[in-house]
């Protein structure tokens, strides 16, 4: 089969590999959409330490299944699924406390473990689910409104909260939704004019919208505090950007959370501890998911949570490059590759 394979970082080829044997307890997925996340950009740069080489990138599988093991069972041949990527050791420190994300021995497809951009890949049973309604295509949002749902776990909303999601890319879009839908009394969504924030409209994610201009979004930026002068119950960091982290803590208002909700580069922030002390402001990290795919699928399969339309750009394995320099050109919603 072909597949996406680093030997280092930023060096990559399309490699013809063999197909996974499927042990027992697994189920051979043939791949037909593997979504493109951030996660996948900080992986090629070689910015993050929890990557082993050699691999094969790709976490937000979608696919039928091509196999099951003799010792599953509930799967059949052509059964529509999607993968949970995260695999937990389920024996440390963390996992004994049932928490879960914060596993020691963490693995994970299109990490340390193949991943989906290849035609075939090879799951543990008990981190496969099955789809119905939504398409192959739009089902690649699963695995980001998992972690979405995640990150609601973690803030523990109040009905009535007043919400600002900064950053408005397919996650940030569906957060902003599930707290419309579990609570939030308003949603202001602020992020840079362009095709995501327009994005952002068609799926009505939020109730008002912050174009910031990226040459100079000061002007808006102002306007945000003039017209929030409290600031928000919740302040969602949602774009990776150390600076805008660094002034999200701003706008949450006085007894407030922030959720630091995105992937940094390794460069530090400057919050002052009295502020938080003071105002007693809880920051909150919301890392991934762990459990949360059986929720992100009955969400997105009843359509309560809308994604048609969020996956702009379709590319083929042979085309991987192009997926990551459109990627970082942010000219496009959801990407999505087809083996």
Request: aromatic residues 10%; neutral net charge; hydrophobic residues 40%.
């Amino acid at each position: 089969m072909e597949a996406i394979y680093y030997e280092k970082p930023r060096v990559f080829e399309l490699k013809t590999i063999p197909i996974p044997e499927v042990k027992p307890h697994q189920i051979l997925i043939k791949v037909t959409y593997c979504g493109l996340c951030g996660s996948d950009q900080h992986l090629h740069d070689g910015d993050t330490s929890i990557v082993s080489y050699p691999f094969v990138p790709g976490h937000e599988v979608v696919g039928v299944v091509a196999e099951v093991g003799n010792a599953v069972t509930g799967f059949t041949k052509g059964d529509r699924v999607v993968g949970d990527p995260l695999v937990e050791c389920g024996h440390c420190f963390y996992c004994r406390r049932s928490e879960f994300t914060l596993c020691e021995n963490m693995n994970g497809h299109g990490v340390n473990i193949q991943g989906g951009f290849s035609q075939y890949v090879a799951y543990d049973a008990r981190k496969v689910f099955k789809i119905h309604n939504i398409s192959d295509e739009d089902a690649t949002l699963i695995e980001p409104a998992s972690c979405a749902i995640h990150g609601l776990d973690r803030l523990n909303i109040k009905v009535g909260m007043e919400v600002l999601v900064i950053g408005a890319g397919p996650s940030g879009i569906i957060l902003a939704q599930l707290l419309k839908l579990n609570g939030a009394s308003k949603v202001v969504i602020a992020a840079n004019k362009g095709v995501k924030t327009e994005l952002a409209r068609k799926l009505d994610a939020g109730d008002e919208y912050v174009e910031l201009d990226r040459a100079d979004p000061k002007p808006q930026w102002e306007k945000l505090k003039k017209d929030y002068p409290y600031g928000f119950d919740v302040v969602v960091e949602a774009t990776g950007s150390i600076a805008v982290a660094n002034d999200a803590i701003n706008y949450v208002r006085r007894g407030g959370s922030l959720l630091v909700y995105s992937v940094y580069g390794p460069a530090p922030v400057n919050w002052f501890p009295a502020k938080i002390f003071l105002d007693e402001i809880k920051i909150i990290g919301s890392f991934a998911q762990s459990h949360c795919f059986p929720r992100a699928v009955a969400y997105l399969d009843s359509g309560k949570i809308k994604v048609k339309g969020l996956v702009t750009d379709v590319f083929k394995l042979s085309e991987y490059q192009q997926a990551l320099d459109k990627y970082k050109r942010r000219e496009a919603g959801k990407i999505a590759v087809k083996p």
